[in-house]
């Protein structure tokens, strides 16, 4: 299958103003400014293929917004290549945008004093939407995110899962084949999360919608994503599935034992020093088991690892993942 999204060797620099220290360099300034080049992304490649979920992540000024700007075609790469469903975002934007949709979780496209229902008849406006298609998908959106009682609500009157809701319906109207989710379920509760969560498999499921999604929320990323691209400082570090970057980078698992007198063990072991069977045949020498569960490490304390540098990735194969 022909990937639907091909980035080659991507590149933005910025150039960031040089402030030196002292009242004189101050006032030099003012008239001499001096500028380094930052870069914000630095020679990035991934390609996805229609249908996939990948997650795309990084701690705070690795390039994840900078990226995602550049694929919906709002900045345009300072060197390298982007084609996204045959086109190139930020030359062809007006055709391009009628493809994707974009749901920023700080930034909201909803009008803020208009009822929610009124801000999805001007997407419909907007986007020329047949009325079929739009009463078919709000029909749809409205019961799967549970909107109803909602939905003729002026925007600054919702809540922020329900404006968030909101905001994804309105992303989704024209039926986009690709979706780029930022932080769409950032400060939610937990129910909130897990309807949007589910939304989200929902549509990459039933309409083969592919979907690139970044968030700190590493929950979001294991409950949704199978794929995961995590960039630090501009640069891709790794690409690949959420099973094996637990299966190479986790260095510990817990097993949990309930005994037959009904007391319950916890012990945890490091995989690299310690084989599995050797442990299971310690526990049951030791202890009289009548239950036993393995619990695999989350994927949060693993990524948290690796942005802190306690886990060193394997360099990235040039293409990986494409």
């Given at each position: 299958?022909?990937?639907?999204?091909?980035?080659?060797?991507?590149?933005?620099?910025?150039?960031?103003a040089?402030?030196?220290?002292?009242?004189?360099a101050?006032i030099?300034?003012?008239?001499?400014?001096?500028?380094?080049?930052?870069?914000?992304?630095?020679?990035?490649?991934f390609?996805?293929?229609?249908?996939?979920?990948v997650?795309?992540i990084?701690?705070?000024?690795?390039?994840?917004?900078?990226?995602?700007k550049?694929l919906?075609?709002?900045?345009?790469?300072?060197?390298?290549?982007?084609?996204?469903?045959?086109?190139?975002?930020y030359?062809?934007?007006?055709?391009?945008v009628?493809?994707?949709?974009?749901?920023?979780?700080?930034?909201?496209?909803?009008?803020?004093?208009?009822?929610?229902?009124?801000s999805?008849?001007?997407?419909?406006?907007?986007?020329?939407?047949?009325e079929?298609v739009?009463?078919?998908?709000?029909?749809?959106?409205?019961?799967l995110?549970d909107?109803k009682?909602?939905?003729?609500?002026?925007?600054?009157?919702?809540s922020?899962?329900?404006?968030?809701?909101?905001?994804i319906?309105?992303?989704?109207?024209?039926?986009?084949?690709?979706v780029?989710?930022?932080?769409?379920?950032?400060g939610?509760d937990?129910?909130?999360?897990?309807?949007?969560?589910?939304?989200?498999?929902?549509?990459?499921?039933?309409?083969?919608?592919?979907?690139?999604?970044?968030?700190?929320?590493?929950?979001?990323?294991e409950?949704?994503?199978?794929?995961?691209?995590?960039?630090?400082?501009g640069?891709k570090?790794?690409?690949?599935s959420?099973?094996?970057i637990?299966?190479?980078?986790?260095?510990s698992?817990?097993?949990e034992?309930?005994?037959?007198?009904?007391?319950k063990?916890?012990?945890?072991?490091?995989v690299?020093?310690?084989p599995?069977?050797?442990?299971?045949?310690?526990?049951?020498?030791k202890?009289?088991?009548?239950?036993i569960?393995?619990?695999?490490?989350?994927?949060d304390g693993?990524v948290?690892d690796?942005?802190?540098?306690r886990v060193?990735l394997?360099?990235?194969?040039?293409?990986?993942?494409?």
């Open positions: 299958m022909e990937p639907i999204i091909e980035v080659k060797n991507i590149k933005k620099y910025y150039k960031v040089k402030r030196e220290k002292g009242l004189g101050t030099k300034n003012l008239f001499h400014r001096k500028y380094e080049i930052k870069k914000a992304v630095n020679d990035i490649s390609s996805i293929k229609k249908g996939e979920i997650g795309f990084g701690p705070n000024g690795a390039g994840k917004s900078t990226t995602i550049m919906s075609g709002i900045l345009y790469p300072d060197e390298g290549g982007i084609k996204i469903n045959g086109y190139i975002p030359k062809q934007r007006k055709q391009y009628k493809h994707i949709g974009v749901v920023f979780g700080q930034k909201s496209q909803l009008n803020w004093d208009l009822p929610l229902i009124e999805f008849e001007l997407m419909k406006y907007i986007y020329k939407i047949p079929k739009y009463e078919e998908n709000l029909n749809k959106f409205t019961q995110l909107m009682d909602f939905i003729n609500q002026p925007v600054r009157q919702l922020l899962g329900q404006r968030m809701r909101g905001d319906v309105a992303a989704l109207l024209h039926s986009p084949q690709i780029f989710f930022d932080e769409p379920t950032i939610l937990v129910v909130a999360k897990e309807k949007i969560r589910d939304f989200i498999k929902y549509m990459n499921e039933t309409e083969q919608t592919t979907i690139i999604f970044t968030t700190h929320d590493m929950q979001d990323i409950k949704v994503c199978d794929r995961l691209i995590i960039i630090d400082t640069k570090i790794y690409d690949g959420i099973v094996e637990k299966n190479k980078y986790a260095n698992k817990t097993i034992i309930w005994l037959e007198d009904g007391k063990e916890v012990k945890t072991f490091d690299n020093q310690t599995m069977n050797e442990v299971m045949e310690e526990l049951f020498s202890y009289h088991i009548k239950d569960s393995i619990c695999e490490p989350e994927i693993i948290r690796i942005y802190e540098k060193s394997e360099p990235v194969v040039a293409g990986m993942g494409e």
